[in-house]
């Protein structure tokens, strides 16, 4: 594959700005677009919860998009936008996104903002957030991989969302929660996609210009909840590490490492599980992008031979993290293809410019880590393995 195909395209560089308040934004104009992706990013996610209240986060942002919230006099009505309106939230952040038209760009703007106006904290607006949370929880089950893996990364310490309780969060605690995590200080608002005609920064001011300014200093993160405990499926293997957080020095290096271990023919699980044993057919390395620690995994599906292929990719890491037959070439050729395949649509882009200013590392990082990849030196990856890779691996199941 040519190497322009293998990174991101060039692109005019995204403007960030930052309110008074420290609020900041991003807008990345593509005029060649079709559509507009706006997305407020708030650091709000897994990690927030109160030990005694897991899931509270995530019933947090139904809430705050419940279209009851929206109806009351003086409120924005939630149909404002039409398009694609979702709210996600994951271990770190919850995000907020509306994918539109150019037209009707500021217009999702201003819905955003009215997110995260003070909510209507009413029995009516909870239990319908919460039925519409438990409705789409099913409609969107975790498969047997994500359940596996959620499992292993808890037994690393990780924060991973856990099954949220059977009763309503108490009141107080979704609202402690909403007023020590929504602050503009930990928020991101970045649109991407055809921006002509449309002046982010002004359309920021307007709507998010009035949160309060607090400290700059880290927003307090709860203390990692205890995970109930849950057995495996026992259809995937796992086996891996704890990692270092996306803003990390040796991240790029690790998602080599990661393209490396698991990814294409050449790979040291494609070698050993599916040449050597015959096993492994849906195999492969994973190393989500947090903005904390992580975690760093090779994975095969294995249903009743769950416990031979764990002790088989327990033993690839400990033989093969640095294999001189290893092509890092074509690894880090690998690494900058998957990301730039991440970068897809409005939205996808959106997110990451947002990850990357919310992290401290700038929207500019973006572009920076893909090259970042592409050069990162063998010893930047004996470095890594050395830091990250030593002892036994964590396996399950």
Known sequence: MAAAAECLPVRAAPVVSSLRNGFRVVANDEPESDRVAVLLMVRAGDADDPPDAPGAARVLGRILIEPANHRSPGRFPLMAVEGDVRVVTEGDVTTFTAVTTRAQAATAIRLLAAFIETPVWNNTTLIRAVKRNGEEDRDEAPTDWQRDFEIWQSRLGLDVPAPPLPDLPPRDTLRSLFESCYKAHSMVLCASGDLRGLNVSAEAENWFGGLPRVADTVVRRHRAHDTPHRNPSNTFAFAGYRAPAATDG?????????????????????????????????????????????????????????????????????????????????????????YASRHQTARDRAYWLAFWELAGNGAAYDAEYSAAMRSVADAALTAAARRWLSGPPVAIP
């Open 250 to 338: 040796l991240a790029p290096a690790m998602e080599v490492i990661s393209a490396a271990m698991g990814l294409g023919k050449t790979s040291a699980i494609f070698r050993t599980l599916r040449d050597v044993e015959g096993t492994g057919y849906e195999s492969g390395a994973v190393y989500p992008r947090r903005l904390a620690p992580g975690a760093i995994a090779l994975f095969s599906r294995a249903p009743g031979q769950s416990a031979k292929v764990r002790d088989d990719l327990a033993s690839i890491w400990k033989s093969a993290a640095l294999d001189t037959r290893t092509d890092w070439g074509s690894a880090r050729a690998r690494a900058v293809q998957l």
